[in-house]
C-alpha cells in the first residue's frame, strides 16, 4: 500500500514538474525576438511597390506615416506606398560619434524581415540637439526633431540626395549637387552651396538644406517621381514576386565591408523573413545565373552615413565615411548562382549563391 501511495505521489510531482518546464519553455520563446518573427502590423497596405516598416507604437507610426503622405511628391503616389508596423522588439541603437542615433545593425535587419521591408524606420527619444541619420536603408529618427526629418532622410534612402548644406560629402553618383547651373533640365534657381562650396542646388532652401521646409524642389521632386515608378531590379524572363507572407518566405543575407575603396564580403546565410530594398546609390549587386546572365539587381550606399539635427537657419549635420559591416538582403532565386557587386562598372567583389541553399535558416 505503501508502494503504491509512493507512486502516486511520484507521478504527480513529475506530472507537475513537467507542466512547469512547458510553462516556462513557451514563455521564453513567446517573448524571444530570435526565435521566429516579430509580429508584423499592417498600418496601410495598397499592393504598392515600395513597403517601408517602422520600429515605433502605431501611433507614432500612424503620425509619421500620415505626413509622409501629405508630403509633395507622395500625396500623389499614394497608392506605391504600404505601410506597417514592429512594436515589441526595441531596435539597440549607438549614439554614434556621440551625436547621432544609430539603430543599424545585423539584427535590425534581420528583425524587419518579419514584415515587407525595403525602408526601416526607427523611432527614439533623445534631446534635440542628438542628430537623426541614415545609413543603407535604414533611417534612426529623433522623435524630439521636427517630422521633416522623416522626408530628409528619406530622400538620402530612396533617392540617393546627397545634403544641400556645406560642407558634407557627395555620395557617388547623386545628381542633385551640380558643378555648374546647366545640369538641371528643371529648378527653382540655381543656388551655391550644395555638400560643397562650389557646387550648385536646384532649390533656395529645400528640405536637403533645412528641416523647416518640406520641399524637395522641382528638380529633386522629378528624381524621387522617377525612382517611384520603377520597377524591381529585374531582368527580361526572370519573375520575383512580392510576397507579404514573410514568415514562409527566405531570403539571402550578405554581410560585407567597405573601407578604402576596397570591398569583402565576410560572410552569406539563409534566412527567414521578407527580403527587402538596400537603398540608393551608385554601387550596385547583381544576381547571375549559372550561365552567366543576370537576373537581378539593385543599387546602394554602403560607404556614407548622414547625420542631421535642425540647426538655426540650416541643418546642423555632418556625413561620415561607415567603417562597421554592412548588410544586403538578396532575393532567393531559384537559379541564382553568383553575386557580383559594381561600383560605376567595375567590379568589387564576387562570391557564390549556390551553396548556401543547402544550409538551413539561422534562428539566432
Known amino acids: ?13 513529475v506530472i507537475l514538474i513537467g507542466g512547469i518546464l ?15 518573427l516579430e509580429t508584423c502590423h499592417v498600418l496601410k497596405d495598397s499592393q504598392g511597390e515600395h513597403n517601408i516598416v517602422f520600429f515605433s507604437s502605431k501611433d507614432d507610426a500612424k503620425e509619421y506615416a500620415d505626413f509622409f503622405l501629405q508630403t509633395s511628391p507622395f500625396n500623389e503616389y499614394k497608392d506605391k506606398f504600404n505601410f506597417y508596423f514592429i512594436e515589441n522588439y526595441k531596435p539597440k541603437c549607438e549614439l554614434y560619434q556621440g551625436i547621432a542615433i544609430l539603430c543599424y545593425s545585423k539584427e535590425l535587419v534581420k528583425v524587419a524581415g518579419a514584415c515587407p521591408n525595403d525602408y526601416i524606420v526607427v523611432l527614439e527619444q533623445e534631446n534635440s540637439d542628438i542628430r537623426s541619420s541614415a545609413y543603407m536603408n535604414v533611417m534612426s529618427l529623433n522623435l524630439n526633431h521636427p517630422k521633416s526629418v522623416l522626408i530628409h532622410e528619406f530622400g538620402h534612402a530612396f533617392a540617393n540626395l ?48 533645412t528641416l523647416s521646409s518640406t520641399n524637395y524642389g522641382a528638380f529633386n521632386k522629378n528624381l524621387i517621381i522617377k ?34 575603396n576596397k570591398m569583402k564580403i565576410l560572410d552569406k546565410s539563409l534566412e527567414r523573413g521578407c527580403v527587402g530594398d538596400s537603398g540608393a546609390g551608385d554601387f550596385s549587386f547583381s544576381i547571375l545565373d549559372e550561365n552567366g546572365a543576370f537576373i537581378y539587381w539593385e543599387d546602394f550606399n554602403p560607404e556614407l552615413i548622414f547625420t542631421d539635427a535642425p540647426g538655426e537657419e540650416e541643418i546642423d549635420g555632418e556625413t561620415f565615411e561607415n567603417q562597421e559591416n554592412f548588410y544586403l538582403k538578396i532575393p532567393e532565386v531559384s537559379n541564382g548562382h553568383e553575386l557580383q557587386v559594381n561600383l560605376q562598372g567595375q567590379i568589387l567583389e564576387k562570391i557564390d549563391l549556390y551553396d548556401i541553399r543547402g544550409r538551413p535558416c539561422k534562428n539566432e
Request: charged share 20%; net charge negative.
Open 1 to 13: 500500500m505503501e508502494g503504491k501511495t509512493f507512486f502516486i505521489v511520484f507521478l504527480v510531482a
Open 162 to 209: 546627397a545634403e544641400e548644406y556645406v560642407p558634407a560629402k557627395i555620395p557617388f553618383g547623386s545628381k542633385n549637387c551640380v558643378s555648374n547651373c546647366e545640369k538641371f533640365d528643371v529648378s527653382d534657381g540655381c543656388f551655391e552651396g550644395c555638400s560643397k562650396s562650389s557646387y550648385f542646388r536646384s532649390i533656395n532652401n529645400g528640405v536637403m538644406k
Open 22 to 36: 512547458l510553462i516556462f519553455l513557451k514563455s521564453d520563446i513567446a517573448t524571444s525576438p530570435r526565435v521566429g
Open 227 to 260: 525612382k517611384i515608378g520603377n520597377e524591381r531590379g529585374l531582368f527580361s524572363g526572370n519573375v520575383i514576386q512580392e510576397i507579404t507572407d514573410c514568415e514562409n518566405q527566405q531570403y539571402y543575407l550578405i554581410e560585407g565591408t567597405y573601407s578604402n
